[in-house]
């Protein structure tokens, strides 16, 4: 079973600063790699798909990279709305796993 | 539109076995290339997956919970049943039911989740 490792566990920023998200894998997964936003009481909602793609809907200021075991998912500058806890998962060999997640908050 | 609604109990006791169903609506359970997975996520922690049923009915589950998973669909109700068995406190959660839609196997349509209570 492939582990997801994410760093940090908190973040905390001021709204307009970057914030960088970092998602490592036990084993390389190659592009399989999604990012995901979940706010309390609702459900996660996509955010990046295939390490680097924009879901639909998705403000540009959202942006991942990587490959193999290390992804990072960058918000360029923070809106009021951002702060949030964001998860990683890969699909290898069509057994899924999640990260441990990293919140987002005000600092 | 295309939706996704758990549904089953709110409170089960331990030992006991719990069925869940997720009912689809807009996409037909049988088109290519789509799935759906069960995830759950206890209070306060970080999301789990469960299961996953293909189109072509192929299934995969979790290495940890496999023994206690069961997972199918009945295409002409548009519902995915996950039957877990020997229920414990520890699998109190939501329990989310998603779909995948391509091969990249990312999670782009979600249900509202429901929450489950293991208590006697």
């Known amino acids: 079973e492939i582990v997801l490792t994410q760093s940090p566990a908190t973040l905390s920023l001021s709204p307009g600063e970057r914030a960088t998200l970092s998602c490592r894998a036990s084993q390389s997964v190659s592009s399989y790699l999604a990012w995901y936003q979940q706010k309390p009481g609702q459900a996660p909602r996509l955010l990046i798909y295939?390490?680097?793609n924009r879901a639909t809907g998705i403000p540009a200021r959202f942006s991942g990279s990587g490959s193999g075991t290390d992804f990072t998912l960058t918000i360029s500058s923070l809106e009021p709305e951002d702060f949030a806890v964001y998860y990683c998962?890969?699909?290898?060999?069509?057994?899924?796993?999640f990260g441990p997640g990293t919140k987002v908050d005000i600092k | 539109q295309v939706t996704l609604k758990e549904s089953g109990p709110v409170l089960v006791k331990p030992t006991e076995t719990l069925t869940l169903t997720c009912t689809v609506s807009?996409?037909?359970?049988?088109?290519?290339?789509?799935?759906v997975s069960w995830i759950r996520q206890p209070p306060g922690k970080a999301l789990e997956w469960l299961a996953h049923i293909f189109s072509n009915d192929e299934k995969s589950y979790s290495t940890s919970l496999k023994s206690r998973l069961t997972i199918s669909k009945d295409t002409s109700k548009s519902q995915v049943v996950l039957t877990m068995t020997n229920m414990d406190p520890v699998d109190t959660a939501t329990y989310y039911c998603?779909?995948?839609?391509?091969?990249?196997?990312?999670?782009?349509?979600w249900g509202q989740g429901t929450l489950v209570t293991v208590s006697s």
């Open positions: 998603a779909r995948i839609k391509g091969d990249y196997g990312d999670y782009s349509l």
């Open positions: 295939d390490a680097s």
């Open positions: 807009g996409f037909s359970l049988s088109n290519a290339r789509m799935g």
């Open positions: 998962q890969q699909r290898s060999n069509w057994l899924f796993t």
